[in-house]
C-alpha cells in the first residue's frame, strides 16, 4: 500500500494567518490526491480534490498544490470555522489510504 | 438532496457480529461507489472498503479483509457492513461515503455509527 505521512501532526495558529500543512506519499501518485477537513462532531468534508481543484462550496481562502509525491494544503487568512483536523487521502490506488491527520487550533 | 442515512450508535458484545447500515436517497444509487471508513477516538480516518452497488463488486483494505463484508440491497438503496468477532479495537466511528469518479472523491458522508464493543 502507498503510505501517506503528513505533517506537521498539529499546528497552532492566530486568526488572519496563513498556515500549509504538507503530505508526502511513498510513492508518486501523480496527482491523485484529495484533502478532508474534519469539524469537531462532525462528518469529514471534501476540501480539494485531484491535488488542486476546490470542491464546491469551499472557501477560496483553502488552496491545493504539488504533483508527484510531495502536495501541500494551504490555508490563508485563517478564520476560527477553519478549526479543524485535515487529511490527506491517496486516491490513485485501490486502497485508498488517508494521512494520520493535521490537528489545527486557534492560538 | 443527496442523503447517506447513519444509525447514532450501536452496542455490541465482544465476540459478537453486528451489520451496520449507510441508507441512500437523492440519487441513483447504482451509479456510485459506496465507501466505508473508520476512526478511533484520538486517531484518524481508515479505509476499510468500497462496494459497487451495481454489480455487488467490492475491494478492501487488506487489514480489514477477514474482519469486514460489504453488501448491498438494491432494493432498499442500503450499503451494509458486517464486521465480525468484534473486540474492543473495533469500537469506533463508522461512516459511509459516496465516491464519484472523476478525482475518485468522497463527496457525501454519512454521519457515522458509533459502534461500542462492550460487555
Known amino acids: 500500500d502507498i503510505q501517506m505521512t503528513q505533517s506537521p501532526a498539529s499546528l497552532s495558529a492566530s486568526v488572519g494567518e496563513t498556515v500549509t500543512i504538507t503530505c508526502g506519499a511513498s510513492e508518486n501518485i501523480y496527482g491523485a490526491l484529495n484533502w478532508y477537513q474534519r469539524k469537531q462532531g462532525k462528518s469529514p468534508q471534501l476540501l480539494i480534490y485531484g491535488a488542486t481543484n476546490l470542491a464546491d462550496g469551499m472557501s477560496s481562502r483553502f488552496s491545493g498544490s504539488g504533483s508527484g509525491r510531495q502536495y501541500s494544503l494551504k490555508i490563508s487568512s485563517l478564520h476560527p470555522d477553519d478549526v479543524a483536523t485535515y487529511y490527506c487521502q491517496n486516491v490513485l490506488t485501490t486502497s485508498l489510504t488517508f494521512g494520520a491527520g493535521t490537528k489545527l487550533e486557534l492560538k | 438532496q443527496v442523503q447517506l442515512q447513519q444509525p447514532g450508535a450501536e452496542l455490541v458484545k465482544p465476540g459478537a457480529s453486528v451489520k451496520l447500515s449507510c441508507k441512500a436517497s437523492?440519487?441513483?444509487?447504482?451509479?456510485?461507489?459506496i465507501h466505508w471508513v473508520k476512526q478511533r477516538p484520538g486517531q484518524g480516518l481508515e479505509w476499510i472498503g468500497e462496494i459497487n452497488p451495481g454489480n455487488g463488486r467490492s475491494n478492501y483494505n487488506e487489514k480489514f479483509k477477514t474482519k469486514a463484508t460489504l453488501t448491498v440491497d438494491k432494493s432498499s438503496t442500503t450499503a451494509y457492513m458486517q464486521l465480525s468477532s468484534l473486540t474492543s479495537e473495533d469500537s469506533a466511528v463508522y461512516y459511509c461515503?459516496?465516491?464519484?469518479?472523476?478525482?475518485?472523491?468522497?463527496?457525501?458522508w454519512g454521519q457515522g455509527t458509533t459502534l461500542t464493543v462492550s460487555s
Open positions: 437523492g440519487y441513483t444509487f447504482t451509479n456510485y461507489w
Open positions: 461515503a459516496r465516491r464519484v469518479s472523476y478525482g475518485n472523491r468522497f463527496d457525501y
